[in-house]
């Protein structure tokens, strides 16, 4: 049974590594037993083909329910990343007619798509905190995890303040806007002149601009999604500390002994 090294690794890639190593010998044992590989195909199969409800194929424990509650966090906060990168990538292409979706309406979409992600991704993060510090209830690290957990509560924070103040005024305020997208707008207008001359210059400007400014937000995104790797890194850099021990092995709260 060969796990995962965890040497090499650093940040949210060493975290799932070290929870599917600690998963490793449930899922080897399972495919080892004729029976239990049987039961496991036949969920799947009626996963894929939506055939009823799992059903679970043994007793679930305490550390089995918090073993999955960590894959369920890892994943979303792995899936808002990703949403991130699909953002920036969306934002490269624009495969509509522009009698259906303009080009800056397109644009401005994926920067508010981006905001919220960020908005998403700050909720995740607290929220794990939150769902540590609630299952060592009465254990004896307790305090220890609590003061890790709220320093590591005002680093996010603090470090994603302004994107989330950006996002929340315009979800609460006011539609988000900045020079470069009313301009576009403006810019726009005078393509639907009712002269042919001047429809043809400020299309030809439209497109100049509209590409120069899908350029800046993409570099801007790019640099949102660079730091907030950098961030969640840093994140579960201190994280792994109260989930595992030293070797990698994961350190489950007191109160769950089986």
Request: proline content about 3%.
């Amino acid at each position: 049974m060969r796990k995962l090294k965890l040497s090499s690794l650093k940040g949210l890639d060493k975290f799932q590594a070290a929870l599917m190593n600690d998963g490793l010998p449930a899922m080897v044992g399972w495919l080892k037993s004729k029976k239990k590989a049987d039961l496991l195909m036949m969920e799947v199969h009626k996963h894929i083909f939506e055939l009823g409800p799992p059903t679970p194929p043994e007793k679930r424990t305490g550390r089995s329910n918090y073993y999955q509650l960590l894959t369920y966090y890892l994943a979303e906060i792995q899936t808002t990343l990703d949403t991130m990168r699909d953002i920036e990538f969306y934002m490269g292409r624009f495969p509509y007619s522009e009698e259906k979706v303009a080009k800056h309406r397109h644009l401005i979409f994926h920067v508010q798509a981006f905001l919220n992600e960020l908005y998403i991704l700050q909720q995740r993060l607290l929220g794990f905190l939150k769902f540590i510090e609630r299952q060592h209830r009465k254990d004896t690290r307790l305090d220890n995890i609590k003061v890790v957990c709220e320093a590591l509560r005002g680093f996010v924070t603090e470090s994603m303040k302004k994107g989330v103040a950006i996002r929340g005024s315009h979800v609460h305020g006011w539609r988000l806007s900045d020079n470069d997208h009313d301009r576009l707008i403006g810019i726009s207008l005078y393509t639907k002149m009712p002269n042919e001359e001047i429809q043809e210059v400020f299309t030809a400007y439209y497109d100049s601009e509209y590409k120069k400014i899908r350029r800046r937000r993409r570099e801007w995104v790019a640099s949102g999604i660079g730091v907030s790797h950098e961030l969640v890194d840093a994140f579960f850099d201190e994280l792994f500390k109260l989930v595992f021990d030293d070797n990698g092995s994961m350190v489950y709260p007191s109160r769950l002994k089986f």
